[in-house]
């Protein structure tokens, strides 16, 4: 007796009403081939499964393709029963065949664990299934017992184990399939137009328009037919766009060229199914393995890829992410030594470089042809504009320094609660809350057990607005808002990439203000450094923000003591609070005066009136203040009153979460998505 095909699962006689789209299905395996690897560098595992609705000796074929061996299902023999979920069907030369993608999963249910009937109690069979599969429903157990037994099963058999050799064989039976494809892979610095190659290499740039994906990889080698990038250029004359492709959005500022320059970097063209899968997975400093890609000539004469299609395998992605922590491919840790010199060079020669380009005249391309008239009419506009926004920059700064100097506190009493312009925060359409209300956990933070329990949560991931005013800051030093980034450089995968530069004057660690020396690395960016920072320290390790601002409520009317709020700001946070890339303040003076330049917009003369109160405190001891219903030492004024309210309140984003402190969690809040204009 057949049971019904389980919910969500197609039967072999109706897939053809879904050839092209997904759709899970189950069948009894009649014949199989042991696994071999494809025309490409995937494994492949071919079979023929059945079920009610067809003919034993007419089922259906199955091609499963995966990167490893270890992936494809573990098909012991005929007889067994195989679960394949987010499987599509295709025609290929008149025959209809399923085929794998990347969404494919599987299990299988061995025949030797298929009992005749239906135990008359629970239902459980052993099965074999992929990592991260979910595991079958009693439904599909059922109808596997019956798909097994719907035919003689003295007709199943159990071919013996190939052997390593016939396990490995390639399609036509010799290694001439594998070698060829082995050959396929090249350096960029290698390739040659109207040729295909399997490349392998880290992605500089990525921009999705429409149904395609422009990816922009190198692998640090050089070749004369790329385009070249060159410090120091006006970026119009590149290919990196950001916004629309055709110009629409004119407004929108283009991103600065992060290296690597010259010519090193390949623009590839990614087009359906292999687009749609790079955009949802591929990421900027990833590397990847890029199979097939057609060499050719750009509109502009340079070499480009692209990546189409496999008319044959049209679901398969010829794209992959590779892990350097994990992969032990030469071919990935060859791309990273490169990259390790290529940053070294950069650095200790970066004057030359800028140098070179200054001597060019701003020469374009390589034909070394002088700007147009248009061109140059184009750069002196921008200079022209830069300096007129340098000079509105300064007198803004210069307005407002004014008024706080010679505005009465009378005066800023009465424009207290106007909102201060220069600070921006997005989600707008979210109404602010007080912050009595935030750090109030009544509401928000109460929870009901199933068994009746009432308890009130540590913490909540919530995020919210309120209206505030800063009234402190941590550590009271500008110069310490930045620290040593705990996070482990790319080239840690390269087993000779030991303390060896240490012995190097120009790389040595010679901070005194630092505190105490940490373990460093090359910068994992690969990108050329800022001309104001330190080559030492950015080739050896990364800086990032982090900094404790506490903010008292400012919203209009309510109480006279107003509730406050240490919140930190760290990491992209405070990148995007300040617009600056942190990096080592005690040893980049200009970098420091523009964060205090920044800072004066958000919290007036609070260092100054710090200082000053730091100067006094010595005298009169150490001042406590209330933090919602904590203490916190030393901050200014007491409460600070006079210090609060004469600044104007702003409105930011906060984002509360936990840390576990000595095994228990303590709850916290971050601002995010505020920044100062």
Not at 277 to 285: F, G, S
Not at 359 to 385: F, H
Not at 438 to 458: F, M
Not at 489 to 502: H, I, K, R, T, V
Request: with cysteine; hydrophobic share 30%.
């Amino acid at each position: 007796m057949s049971v019904e095909v389980p919910s969500g699962f197609l039967d072999l006689h109706h897939i053809h009403t879904s050839l092209g789209a997904e759709f899970n299905v189950m069948g009894v395996v009649t014949d199989y081939l042991p696994p071999t690897r494809s025309r490409g560098t995937d494994w492949m595992s071919t079979f023929t499964i059945a079920d009610h609705t067809s003919g034993y000796d007419d089922g259906q074929k199955v091609k499963f393709f995966r990167p490893q061996e270890s992936d494809l299902p573990l098909i012991q023999g005929t007889g067994d029963v195989v679960v394949l979920r987010n499987v599509k069907a295709t025609n290929y030369s008149g025959t209809r065949i399923v085929l794998s993608s990347w969404r494919t999963t599987w299990a299988i249910f061995p025949q030797n664990a298929i009992p005749e009937s239906s135990p008359s109690t629970q239902l459980k069979l052993d099965c074999v299934k992929q990592a991260k599969t979910i595991y079958p429903t009693a439904a599909e157990m059922q109808y596997a017992i019956s798909l097994c037994n719907s035919r003689d099963r003295g007709l199943y058999s159990v071919p013996a184990i190939p052997t390593p050799s016939e396990n490995m064989a390639p399609l036509n039976g010799s290694d001439s399939a594998f070698q060829s494809r082995q050959e396929k892979f090249s350096l960029i610095k290698d390739i040659k137009v109207d040729t295909y190659y399997d490349l392998v290499g880290q992605v500089v740039k990525v921009f999705a328009s429409h149904d395609r994906l422009d990816l922009y990889i190198t692998d640090y080698t050089i070749n004369s037919l790329l385009y070249n990038y060159e410090w120091g250029r006006d970026e119009e004359s590149g290919v990196i766009r950001d916004g629309d492709e055709y110009g629409y959005v004119a407004s929108r500022p283009k991103t600065q060229w992060k290296g690597p320059y010259g010519k090193r970097t390949l623009s590839l063209t990614l087009w359906n199914p292999h687009s749609y899968w790079a955009q949802t997975n591929v990421k900027e400093n990833n590397f990847v393995f890029l199979r097939n890609v057609h060499i050719k000539w750009s509109n502009d004469g340079k070499m480009e890829g692209v990546l189409h299609s496999d008319k044959k395998w049209p679901d398969r992605i010829d794209v992959s992410i590779l892990d350097i922590k994990d992969t032990e491919d030469d071919r990935v840790k060859d791309v990273l030594r490169r990259k390790k010199d290529y940053t070294k060079q950069f650095i200790t020669e970066k004057s030359e470089f800028v140098n070179e380009a200054r001597s060019q005249g701003w020469k374009k391309g390589d034909n070394d042809v002088k700007l147009s008239k248009v061109q140059l009419k184009r750069k002196r506009q921008q200079e022209r504009k830069r300096e007129e926004d340098e000079k509105k920059s300064k007198g803004r700064t210069n307005t407002i320094e004014s008024k706080s100097e010679n505005t009465n506190v009378a005066a800023i009493g009465a424009a207290r609660n106007v909102l201060n312009k220069n600070i921006i925060c997005t989600h707008t359409t979210i109404p602010p809350r007080t912050v009595s209300s935030i750090l109030d956990t009544t509401e928000t933070h109460a929870h009901t057990t199933p068994s009746g329990t009432s308890l009130i949560l540590p913490f909540q991931n919530i995020c919210t607005r309120t209206t505030v005013r800063v009234v402190d800051f941590f550590p009271f030093n500008l110069a310490d808002f930045t620290v040593r980034s705990e996070k482990t450089s790319e080239f840690d995968a390269l087993s000779d990439n030991d303390d060896s530069d240490s012995s190097d004057p120009s790389i040595s660690d010679s901070s005194s203000d630092s505190g105490n020396s940490a373990p460093t690395s090359p910068t994992a960016s690969g990108v050329a450094p800022d001309e104001n920072s330190d080559s030492a320290e950015k080739l050896k390790r990364k800086w990032e923000w982090r900094f404790c601002l506490l903010l008292e409520d400012a919203t209009p009317g309510g109480q006279k003591e107003k509730e406050r709020m240490r919140v930190y700001v760290v990491g992209q946070d405070a990148e995007f609070l300040t617009k600056l890339d942190a990096r080592n303040l005690r040893k980049s003076p200009k970098t420091l005066d523009q964060l205090r330049e920044k800072l004066f917009l958000l919290w007036g003369d609070l260092e100054e009136c710090k200082n000053r109160s730091r100067a006094l405190q010595d005298k009169s001891g150490n001042m406590t203040v209330k933090v919602g219903k904590q203490q916190a030492a030393g901050t200014i004024n007491g409460r600070g009153e006079d210090q609060g309210q004469r600044m104007r309140p702003f409105q930011c984003c906060i984002k509360e979460y936990g840390v576990k402190v000595q095994g228990k969690w303590e709850r916290r809040f971050r601002m995010f998505g505020t920044t100062i204009i």
